[in-house]
């Protein structure tokens, strides 16, 4: 979500937004945490993390972890990574299989990525599951906290099944840690799409004459992330990929991203646009935007 003109008190105060604080459950007197992640400032609801540890701690061997073996995880890994995501020969496709991008080295860098997650789950197997998560978080760099309540919670919602006697349970427990951390990643991937579309979107209607209606920040962001779906899917797929290269220590060309995000967003907002409100803007096909922030996309 993007939200803008909320001014800081000279006492460097900033009111929450009633929608954002529903959303995130915002009650007075909670903590809150603040990070830094590029040019953004991160505020989040402060975590019970001591409390999920001692949890997770006390529920160690009752997962079912030992009717899996390592090659077993690894399975589970490339059945969740590759879910929505990845065809097969290097084709990176959107959240319908309808569209695909063939991207050289992508095979090469989910292999990787596998390896790295594998790894990093073989703590699992000893029932030590805080230091698994915490594993997963470095590699993919997410929020250890967050992580940690979010799959802490699924797991109580989850203790009616009572214990684990089987193959079958422990490996919807263990993919519960995977679904988990993937969700958790693609949520911090598709914060970076959409800000950064949001940005380009705004380039464009910097050409838009003063005098004619332009859309509001949160406008572009439901246009985007609803009504062009599809296309948006897509584009945060490739991106999916790049920040994964980076947990591989490989890279898909920064020039082949940026070709395939200035494609993608043209078909977004220049050659459909839907920044056009009805009868109201001169046809946006027209226009011939600038797209300087692309280089960092």
């Known amino acids: 979500m993007v939200s803008e003109g909320h ?17 995130l459950n915002i009650q ?12 953004f400032l991160i505020a989040e609801k402060a975590r019970e993390t001591e409390k999920n540890i001692k949890y997770l701690n006390q529920k160690s061997g009752q997962l079912g972890e030992r009717f ?17 995501f990845y065809r097969g020969d290097n084709y990176i496709t959107d959240r319908i299989g309808k569209v695909e991008f063939k991207i050289l080295g992508a095979q090469a860098i989910l292999d990787e990525v596998v390896e790295v997650l594998k790894e990093g789950s073989e703590e699992w197997l000893t029932g030590n599951y805080v230091d698994c998560l915490s594993n997963f978080a470095e590699d993919l760099d997410l929020d250890f906290p967050t992580l940690l309540e979010e799959f802490s919670n699924k797991v109580k919602n989850l203790e009616i099944m009572g214990p684990i ?14 679904g988990e951390t993937l969700s958790e990643f693609r949520t911090r991937v598709g914060d970076i ?14 050409h838009i004459p003063d005098k004619k209606k332009k859309l509001e920040t949160e406008e572009i962001e439901d246009m985007i992330t609803q009504k062009l779906a599809d296309k948006y899917s897509i ?17 898909i ?35 011939k935007p600038s797209l300087p922030s692309f280089d960092g996309f």
């Open 28 to 39: 007075p007197k909670d903590k809150m945490n603040f990070r830094i992640r590029g040019h």
């Open 193 to 206: 799409v959409t800000e950064n579309l949001i940005k380009e979107a705004e380039v464009v209607q910097a």
């Open 253 to 287: 060309g920064q020039r082949q991203y940026k070709t395939a995000s200035e494609r993608l967003f043209n078909e977004l907002f220049v050659q459909e646009g839907p920044l056009k409100p009805e009868q109201d803007v001169k046809d946006i096909k027209e226009l």
């Open 68 to 84: 899996l073996t390592l090659d077993e995880l690894e399975d589970i890994i490339k059945d969740l990574l590759y879910q929505q």
């Open 7 to 23: 001014k800081v008190s000279n006492k460097g105060q900033i009111v929450v937004p009633a929608k954002y604080r529903k959303r």
């Open 165 to 178: 006697t089987d193959k079958e349970g422990a490996s919807i427990m263990y993919a519960l840690s995977i």
């Open 235 to 251: 584009l945060m797929n490739i991106r999916v990929l790049k920040e994964l290269a980076k947990v591989s220590l490989k890279t």
